[in-house]
């Protein structure tokens, strides 16, 4: 089931990150295992893994400054936070960065396991989708882009794309928050929803140039995009 796969585990606790190594390996993913950001990077140039499971806290260079170099040159490789922080600014943070998802230590294998087969299902259904028209936008979800009539192109996160994709495959109806919270961020606890707050916020403003398109918060059930 994970024939070629290849992560990149960047995990300073030896012992843990062992643990994880082995475990993932039994799963049959290639697992290639750094104990610091640096000969993490270098592993990424290097090696070209398939995803990336990062912890934060890591000499030489932690995860969220390791993530911002990768996103800089790659903006589709997935990205899973490990981090024994829980504060939602940290959350946030990660997730603002480019982060795809994010676990809390303690987690167990077969959480990660799933996550992983998430994000890069996630990423095959990116490169089927051809581009969306949405008003006077045009929406490359592959490349990640919004392009507004003759306009230069609008960067999107790998989140906020898949975020407006499913609010547009779910146009003028109730996008339910529990549900997409736990499609894009594998769970629906208060980190994740005011994760989520941010990135409706972001995408109204970089959709505000077409008044016709809005993103409502029906309270108490989710978004709708209506236009």
Request: aromatic fraction near 8%; charge should be negative; proline fraction near 2%.
């Amino acid at each position: 089931m994970a024939e070629n796969i290849t992560i990149l585990l960047a995990e300073d606790e030896a012992a843990l990150g062992q643990i994880i190594k082995e475990s993932l390996e039994t799963r049959d993913f290639n697992v290639i295992l750094c104990e610091d950001g640096v000969q993490a990077m270098e592993k990424y140039q290097s090696e070209s893994p398939d995803v990336l499971v990062l912890d934060v806290m890591m000499p030489k260079k932690d995860g969220f400054t390791l993530a911002k170099e990768i996103r800089a040159i790659d903006d589709t490789v997935p990205i899973i936070f490990l981090t024994a922080k829980s504060q939602t600014a940290d959350v946030v943070e990660g997730f603002s960065i480019g982060g795809n998802d994010y676990l809390k230590k303690p987690f167990s294998m077969e959480e990660l396991i799933v996550r992983i087969h998430n994000l890069l299902n996630r990423a095959k259904l990116q490169k089927q989708t051809e581009i969306i028209e949405l008003g006077d936008f045009s929406f490359d979800f592959p490349r990640q882009l919004l392009k507004y009539k003759d306009n230069d192109d609008i960067q999107l996160t790998h989140r906020e794309a898949h975020l407006l994709y499913h609010l547009i495959k779910n146009k003028n109806q109730v996008l339910d928050r529990s549900l997409i919270l736990n499609k894009l961020w594998g769970n629906d606890d208060f980190f994740a929803a005011r994760s989520m707050d941010v990135f409706i916020s972001k995408l109204r403003k970089k959709l505000k140039a077409d008044e016709r398109i809005q993103i409502i918060n029906v309270r108490g059930y989710g978004y709708k995009l209506t236009m």
